[in-house]
């Protein structure tokens, strides 16, 4: 099967290619709202060079919001001119670490950071909010690793790892009937929105 898979979470992105299991491209690149287009090229590469993917996964955070959905804008855009199939892991699933039983941590903003468990490639516990001290106490209990992709200094044993799209295709395969095929960004917290104040002079209409 030829397989597409992106990932956008972290400020370093990637893209892989696989057919039958065959690795054919891996491409990483910056990923910050500077370097967004070696996205787009990487993503153009592959099509040229290999054609239409049946299957296309996707990292689904969290992280970058703006990165995440831009993959996910992808991926249903290329699902609308190929009819592939869409599958969405959570990036911290797919850390390009050497084990599958890790724990990691994120800034969440607001003074809040986010903590979850990765056991066996899989998602069982969190993502979880939790302020510094709490975050502190949980990780004095912790018997795995611990990984971050972005520095954190308040936590400074976390290593530094990021999600690969080439694990996402891994961990596809391994959890396959376990893969919640909806493409939604996992959210740290509800969305905040800010309801507009009305002009001076301006009635608003229903």
């Known amino acids: ?17 696989r057919e039958d299991g065959e690795a054919l491209f891996d491409g990483r690149f910056a990923a910050d709202r500077k370097h967004s287009g070696a996205f787009f090229e990487n993503v153009r590469q592959c099509l040229e060079r290999f054609d239409r993917p049946e299957k296309i996964i996707v990292g689904l955070g969290p992280g970058s919001y703006a990165g995440v959905r831009i993959a996910i804008a ?49 998602l069982t516990q969190g993502p979880i909010l939790k302020m510094a001290a709490e975050l502190e106490a949980t990780m004095g209990e912790l018997t795995l690793p ?15 790892a990021y999600p690969s799209a080439s ?15 909806a493409l939604e960004p996992i959210y740290l917290r509800e969305p905040h929105i800010t309801v507009a104040k ?9």
């Open 74 to 122: 992808m991926a249903l855009g290329l699902r609308s001119a190929t009819k592939a199939r869409l599958t969405g892991i959570p990036s911290i699933c797919a850390l390009d670490v050497e084990t599958a039983d890790y724990c990691v941590i994120g800034d969440a903003r607001r003074q809040t950071f986010f903590f979850a468990r990765i056991e066996g490639g899989r």
């Open 167 to 181: 694990r996402l295709v891994e961990i596809a395969g391994l959890h396959a009937d376990n893969i919640d095929g």
């Open 198 to 206: 009305a002009t001076p002079g301006f009635a608003r209409t229903k």
């Open 146 to 160: 611990v990984y971050a992709s972005e520095p954190l200094p308040p936590f400074p044993v976390a290593t530094l």
């Open 1 to 17: 099967m030829k397989t597409l898979a992106l990932e956008m979470s972290t400020a370093q992105g990637s893209i892989a290619w």
